[in-house]
Nanobody, 127 residues
Framework: QVQLVESGGGLVQAGDSLRLSCAAS????????MGWFRQAPGKEREFVVA????????YSADSVKGRFAISRDNAKNTVYLQMNNLKPEDTAVYYC????????????????????WGQGTQVTVSS
């Protein structure tokens, strides 16, 4: 198993940047593909971005392409979500998630693909 703890959320203004971190503990971090999801008030949780276990493959939702970037540091057991040019519609609780994989492929974009989740961190973007 792996335990995940997100940090870095907060209140920012539209156009600002923010970097979220997700620290993992437990089993070897490098065997997990990692994803970020978010849930806005009254809405379902949605996929944001994911990275393969080796860090070379990433995939982003259309709504954040060109603004958000995921990266990972396997030596630090941490995955990051760099969010630039934030918009009020990015306001949500952001969750990181992990899925153990046997290769560096990245085909995991649904909640059901990830068995391990953090507790979430709130991001609020004011207009």
């Amino acid at each position: 198993q792996v335990q995940l703890v997100e940090s870095g959320g907060g209140l920012v203004q539209a156009g600002d940047s923010l970097r979220l971190s997700c620290a993992a503990s437990g089993r070897t971090f490098s065997v997990y593909a990692m994803g970020w999801f978010r849930q806005a008030p009254g809405k379902e949780r949605e996929f944001v971005v994911a990275v393969s276990r080796g860090g070379t493959n990433t995939y982003s939702a259309d709504s954040v392409k060109g603004r958000f970037a995921i990266s990972r540091d396997n030596a630090k057991n941490t995955v990051y979500l760099q969010m630039n040019n934030l918009k009020p519609e990015d306001t949500a609780v952001y969750y990181c998630a992990a899925r153990q994989t046997g290769n560096n492929n990245l085909n995991y974009f649904a909640q059901r693909d990830y068995p391990y989740w953090g507790q979430g961190t709130q991001v609020t973007v004011s207009s």
